[in-house]
């Protein structure tokens, strides 16, 4: 009778002990770098590129985005330079998508329109995310393709 009382005192001392291990404090807070990369660029009537730039947040909380300078290169050839200031807040383990025109240099709208005849654009980010909550700069890089989206001319994602 004793040793019954006593394992089930020792089993709900067990459970309870489980069931605080559980529910520790806080999250954890990781502020991870975010990546940049393009979603979509069309090349608009008068030659410029209108970019839809995907912003994602690694991070465990929400991020306040202020600004977005990079250079961009497609196969190779500098296109010219990306800035934006979105002032967007992102939660964690989120994206947005920002927009930025680029008025593109004369060899790589030329290798754009080369290589949309092969069928992928390759193409290169290289430049600096900053944010105002954290208070941080991350170095930002991405290397990716674009293919031709069917039906719309001169998009691509």
Known sequence: MKLAILVRAALILLAFSLLAACGGGKP??????????IQQLA???DGRWQLELRVQNFSTV????????????????NAGSIY???????PGQSADVVSATVSPSR??????AQSARDGS??????????????????????????SPVPG??????
């Open 62 to 77: 929400p991020m306040q985005f202020d600004t977005f300078e990079a250079g961009l290169e497609i196969e190779g050839a």
């Open 84 to 90: 934006v200031r979105p002032a967007l807040e992102i």
């Open 28 to 37: 954890v807070r990781r502020i991870n770098p975010p990546a940049v990369s």
């Open 43 to 45: 090349v608009q009537a």
């Open 121 to 146: 654009i390759g193409y290169q980010l290289r430049g600096e995310v900053v944010t105002s909550e954290p208070n941080r700069k991350f170095p930002a890089s991405h290397a990716s393709r674009l």
């Open 107 to 112: 060899e790589a709208a030329e290798r754009l």
């Open 152 to 157: 719309r001319p001169n998009t691509y994602r």
